[in-house]
């Protein structure tokens, strides 16, 4: 009997949709799981990629495609992977690209909430971070702004720069000064650096009117504002200009 049938009662008969034979069977054999062949069949035809039939498949029709969330594994349709997904027909399971995530058997991956950064295969909602630099704030992850900084992941606030140092908005640390430079707390440009000794004593200084001719200031302070000179007309008697007055001093007086 030829390829694609077998003998039968004395005479060589086709063989049936699902099965095949070799020249010379005696009997037609079944196709196996994830094949198919129609009626006459010589050897049984695999089903298209993406899709899987149970033994003895009489048609392309009995090949069934993967659902998106499985692929082709072992001959049968398997659940993707937490941090993976599929479409439809795949034989493979994707990863999730970085600041997504997807559970189990996901036909897509989920976007991590606004601000929030994850690896890529993420596997939950709880591997998206709020990065350095940010702070999370009424549930959402915020740009820490100029003048502040976080230094580790899901911080709840952003705190600000000490003195002496600096950032720009989304700082995860604070920049320091020049050498010799000094800045004041929460400060958001290295311009804001100047060339002043840091301030550790803020008590006003009082000053006799009638000393101020005479007075020898020692340390250094912060000047705020022309307005804290008493009287600008006294300037030129210690010696300085009035559009000169050094900005290290702080003159304030009793008024007495």
Known sequence: CPAGSAVTTGACSSCAGGTFSLAGSTTCT?????????????????????????????????????PAGSRVQGGTCSSCSAGTFSVAGSTTCSSCSANTYAAAGASVCSSCPSGKLSSAGATSISSCHCPAGNAVIGGVCSVCSAGSFSASLDS?????????????????????????????????????CEFTTAITDVTPKLIPLDT???????????????????SVSLIPAMGFDAPDVPCDFVWKSNAT
């Not at 140092?165 to 004041?184: E, I, L, N, R």
Request: proline share 3%; with cysteine.
């Open 156 to 192: 709840t606030t952003c705190a600000d720069c000490p003195s002496t140092t600096y950032s720009g908005s989304g700082a995860s640390v604070c920049t320091s000064c020049p050498d010799g430079q000094y800045s004041v707390a929460g400060s958001t440009s290295v311009f804001d």
């Open 212 to 230: 101020l001719t005479t007075l020898t200031i020692t340390g250094t302070y912060l000047c705020t504002s022309i307005l804290d000179i008493v």
């Open 30 to 66: 079944s196709c196996s799981a994830n094949t198919y062949s129609t009626g006459n069949a010589t050897t049984c035809a695999n089903c298209p990629a993406g899709s899987t039939s149970s033994a003895g498949a009489s048609a392309s029709g009995d090949c069934a495609v993967c």
